[in-house]
T-cell receptor, first 112, second 115 residues
């Protein structure tokens, strides 16, 4: 079983649509959770951290359910520029080195 | 935000040669740097954790004699792929911590192609 699991997609949606991505993680000791965005042939860039209370940044909303070990990302009013791969990332709760564990990523393609 | 650079951004080499990749934190001191590898359509896989002034910690399955890591200063870590083979062709990305353990800033990556 992968430590961080995501549906690879691709998700093909029209502009303006709302799309949701889900992620599950296996290590109950993980304490920090993130969504990163990765464009083709580029490095990952931090999109947002995910907090237990849920957090919102503009059109993006992230939710965390520790009991179910489940993380979600909701994108409202999709733009063409949102097309990218979205990586669910958790810290390795078994170590104190700051190691991060990446999911495979979910690919989003927003069409005109 | 913190800036991490990598050099070179792209390298093509012959099989059997060694390639050195540099990772620099430009505006902060990084006590820990991480080296990742990403194959097409796959996620980032951590190769090793590099601490300034000490030996790197390698992940299971990563050959330390093949992937030499040196972290000689708080702003520079290098990864040397020794005796490169075509299967080493990949996207190598470094990241660095800015003090707080979980805040990692990524370099732009180095695309290695071994012929």
């Amino acid at each position: 079983r992968k430590e961080v699991e995501q549906d690879p997609g691709p998700f093909n949606v029209p502009e303006g649509a709302t799309v949701a991505f889900n992620c599950t993680y296996s290590n109950s000791a993980s304490q920090s959770f993130f969504w990163y965005r990765q464009d083709c042939r580029k490095e990952p860039k931090l999109l947002m951290s995910v907090y237990s209370s849920g957090n919102e940044d503009g059109r993006f909303t992230a939710q965390l359910n520790r009991a179910s070990q489940y993380i979600s990302l909701l994108i409202r009013d999709s733009k063409l520029s949102d097309s990218a791969t979205y990586l669910c990332v958790v810290n390795d709760g078994s170590s104190n080195t700051g190691k991060l564990i990446f999911g495979q990523g979910t690919t989003l393609q927003v069409k005109p | 935000g913190a800036v991490v650079s990598q050099h070179p951004s792209r390298v093509i080499c012959k099989s059997g040669t060694s390639v050195k990749i540099e990772c620099r934190s430009l505006d902060f001191q990084a006590t820990t740097m991480f080296w990742y590898r990403q194959f097409p359509k796959q996620s980032l896989m951590l190769m090793a954790t590099s601490n300034e002034g000490s030996k790197a910690t390698y992940e299971q399955g990563v050959e330390k004699d093949k992937f030499l890591i040196n972290h000689a200063s708080l702003t520079l870590s290098t990864l040397t792929v020794t005796s490169a083979h075509p299967e080493d062709s990949s996207f190598y990305i470094c990241s660095a911590n800015q003090g707080r353990l979980d805040t990692q800033y990524f370099g732009p990556g180095t695309r290695l192609t071994v012929l």
